[in-house]
């Protein structure tokens, strides 16, 4: 089994800043791709930023230039640096991480997701 936390969500102010992290562990050969995902009260959940085990990054558009992603392959660890927060950056925040388990098959697994909330 693979196990995903996240932590580092919170209350900020507009225009203030918050780091997410996210670790995986348990039965890891290998991990393709990690990412982030969040989930606003009433809507669908929605991609936010994603990077691969190569290093390509993805952005929603509604994120560039305010959030980066980033990664330690070694520590199986991703990190969303978040900029500029504004209210509707408000949502659960879910870690996503794609792989192949130590039997060589392939899985994905999700955190249970940590709360950010963007508020005066």
């Known amino acids: 089994q693979v196990q995903v936390v996240e932590s580092g969500g919170g209350l900020v102010q507009p225009g203030g800043s918050l780091r997410l992290s996210c670790a995986a562990s348990g039965s890891i050969f290998s991990i393709v791709a990690m990412g982030w995902y969040r989930q606003a009260p009433g809507k669908q959940r929605v991609l936010v930023a994603e990077?691969?085990?190569?290093?390509?990054?993805n952005y929603a558009d509604s994120v560039k230039d305010r959030f980066t992603i980033s990664r330690d392959n070694a520590q199986n660890t991703v990190y969303l640096q978040m900029n500029s927060l504004q209210p509707e950056d408000t949502a659960v925040y879910y870690c996503?991480?794609?792989?192949?388990?130590?039997?060589?098959?392939?899985?994905?697994?999700w955190g249970p997701g940590t709360q950010v909330t963007v508020s005066s």
């Open positions: 990077i691969t085990s190569g290093g390509r990054i």
């Open positions: 996503t991480v794609d792989g192949k388990d130590n039997r060589l098959i392939d899985f994905g697994s």
